[in-house]
């Protein structure tokens, strides 16, 4: 095998395993998506998608200033990756850092390049905006957030039904570089 076939198939089993974990984090268990995360951070200290995942399956566990630490590392690793900055804010509203979590989120929706992460970082703000009892503004977010799913929903009533019992947004699909 060339070494260039070589390092697609590592790549392709590390996106396997990264779906994995994804999966079994919102299937409710995520201590065993927090084994493959942690694999996964071993094997590519240096990547993004790894630091991302981790960061979203500290947070399911509830492990919030673990989640921040690795947020921060995947926003610097990352900077333009939505995702990175919906996962920061997610850790830091948890633990009441809600300027650090509102400007996440609002970089999480700039950043954003497909309809289900732009609904994902205006539902997060608003939700933060919820929290915090600022309903106008909590209002305006959510307005978005359901102008963002419509749009999704819409973009998947023209997709064959078959092709759709396995979408996911491609925001919590990470790649491994």
């Not at 299937?27 to 998506?33: F, T």
């Amino acid at each position: 095998m060339r070494e260039e076939e070589k390092k697609k198939t590592v790549a392709a089993e590390a996106q396997a395993l990264a779906k994995n974990a994804k999966e079994l984090c919102d299937a409710g268990r995520a201590e065993e998506a927090w084994g493959i995360a942690e694999r996964l951070l071993g094997t590519y200290p240096h990547s993004a998608n790894p630091v991302i995942l981790a960061s979203y399956v500290a947070w399911k566990l509830k492990r919030y200033p673990l989640a921040y630490q690795l947020g921060l590392r995947g926003t610097a690793i990352a900077p333009q990756e939505s995702t990175a900055w919906i996962n920061l804010g997610m850790a830091a509203q948890e633990m009441w850092m809600i300027d650090e979590a509102e400007l996440c989120y609002k970089s999480g929706a700039r950043l954003a390049k497909d309809a289900p992460e732009k609904a994902m970082a205006h539902m997060d703000l608003a939700a933060l905006y919820v929290d915090t009892g600022r309903f106008k503004e909590a209002e305006v977010a959510a307005r978005l957030a359901v102008k963002w799913a419509a749009a999704l929903i819409a973009e998947l009533d023209r997709v064959p039904a078959t092709m759709t019992t396995n979408v996911m947004p491609s925001s919590y699909m990470p790649h491994i570089d």
